[in-house]
């Protein structure tokens, strides 16, 4: 079995500052990764994965994730955020073998706001 | 990218009345589809995994007799909520699982209400 700890529940930062959002995971077998976005009253957006290869992935929008499999993390950065990157961020891990169909773990969300 | 139907959007029904919640897959076929439900200012639960001509799993503690799911075909799974109460209420969410990507593509969601 997976578990996925996003220890920020809420992170507020000023328009254009950076910001990180946390993400650890546990898990016995080789995992997929990754991180969803979802705007208020509006199902999950991904946000960007990683199954294998670089382990720095990025998204079309400014966000990256680096895969730390010593530290079993999987932190999400943007340099410089905007207003409407506010939301709740997800992280979810699944097995990477297929095990359990694929079912996704997820934390338990993070807010992010950012502030004018 | 993909993209999961969700109909209907949101219902309000009275308690003891049973409202059925589609799931599609518009543009990819799905084997296996998940549903979630997600209370205010939370994370998702998994409520079952669906998976195409096969009885549903459900999770730990989810009554299969109330919530009732068929995934008739690769891009339709249905979840009925059998005889709801106001505790049911709630955000659902479903997503289906593509074997190209390795992602989940997530609908968008049908809030319930329940008098």
């Known amino acids: 079995a997976q578990s996925v700890t996003q220890l920020d529940s809420q992170v507020p930062v000023f328009e254009e500052a950076p910001v990180e959002l946390r993400c650890n995971y546990s898990?016995?077998?080789?995992?997929?990764l990754f991180w969803y976005v979802q705007y208020p009253n509006q199902g999950l957006q991904l946000l960007l994965k990683?199954?294998?290869?670089?382990?720095l992935v990025e998204s079309i929008n400014g966000f990256e994730a680096e895969f730390n499999k010593s530290q079993t993390s999987f932190h999400l950065r943007k340099p410089s955020v905007h207003i409407s990157d506010t939301a709740e961020y997800f992280c979810?891990?699944?097995?990477?073998?297929?095990?359990?169909?694929?079912?996704?773990?997820f934390g338990k969300g993070t807010l992010l706001t950012v502030n004018p | 990218g993909a993209v999961v139907s969700q109909h209907p959007s949101w219902v309000i029904c009275k308690s003891g009345t049973s409202v059925k919640i589609e799931c599609r897959s518009l543009?990819?076929?799905?084997?296996?589809m998940f549903w979630y439900r997600q209370f205010p200012k939370q994370s998702l639960m998994l409520m079952a995994t669906?998976?195409?001509?096969?009885?549903?799993?459900?999770e730990q503690g989810v009554e299969k007799d109330k919530f009732l799911i068929n995934h008739a075909s690769l891009t339709l799974s249905t979840l009925t909520v059998t005889s709801a109460h106001p505790e049911d209420s709630s955000f659902y969410i479903c997503?289906?699982?593509?074997?190209?990507?390795?992602?989940?593509?997530f609908g968008p969601g049908t809030r319930l209400t329940v008098t």
């Open positions: 990683y199954l294998s290869g670089s382990t």
């Open positions: 669906s998976n195409e001509g096969s009885k549903a799993t459900y």
């Open positions: 979810a891990v699944s097995e990477a073998s297929g095990g359990s169909n694929y079912k996704l773990t």
């Open positions: 997503s289906a699982h593509s074997g190209y990507t390795y992602e989940q593509y």
């Open positions: 898990s016995s077998v080789s995992v997929y």
């Open positions: 543009d990819f076929q799905a084997t296996t």
